[in-house]
């Protein structure tokens, strides 16, 4: 996979109520403000409601399985407040068992504008399109 803030920007595009994509996309590329929005996700429920469904799983694995069966890689492209992933290609199955379940903000990009994850406080959501 290859590292590219267009996997970002398609994950943003598709997932993201449309009001809020302008300024997600700018946020994530400038590095002061990439800081602030990945702070402000704790909470942050500005997904596109087609889009998403809950997680039904409490495990990695099973996410991690159901996301390859609808197409995913093997890697995955990161954002996320955890600094060690972020900006990142990562195996879907190792940034999972980083992040599940641990309050850490994150959005894993599977397929560029198709398929994705999202963790925060809130819950755990697939989003698919």
């Not at 449309?18 to 429920?45: C, G, Y």
């Not at 996410?63 to 197409?71: C, F, N, R, V, Y």
């Amino acid at each position: 996979m290859e590292p590219c803030i267009d996997w970002e920007k398609a994950t943003i595009d598709s997932f993201v109520e449309k009001p809020r994509r302008e300024r997600v996309n700018e946020m994530l590329s400038i590095a002061k403000h990439r800081t602030k929005f990945l702070d402000d996700l704790d909470h942050w429920n500005q997904l596109d409601q087609r889009y998403v469904q809950k997680c039904p799983s409490n495990s990695s694995t099973q996410a991690a399985i159901w996301l390859q069966s609808h197409g995913a890689g093997s890697k995955c492209w990161v954002i996320s407040r955890d600094k060690a992933i972020d900006k990142c290609s990562v195996d879907l199955f190792v940034a999972l068992e980083r992040i599940f379940t641990r309050d850490i903000p994150t959005f894993l990009c599977c397929l560029p504008g198709k398929l994705a994850y999202f963790e925060n406080e809130e819950g755990r959501w697939l989003l698919k399109r």
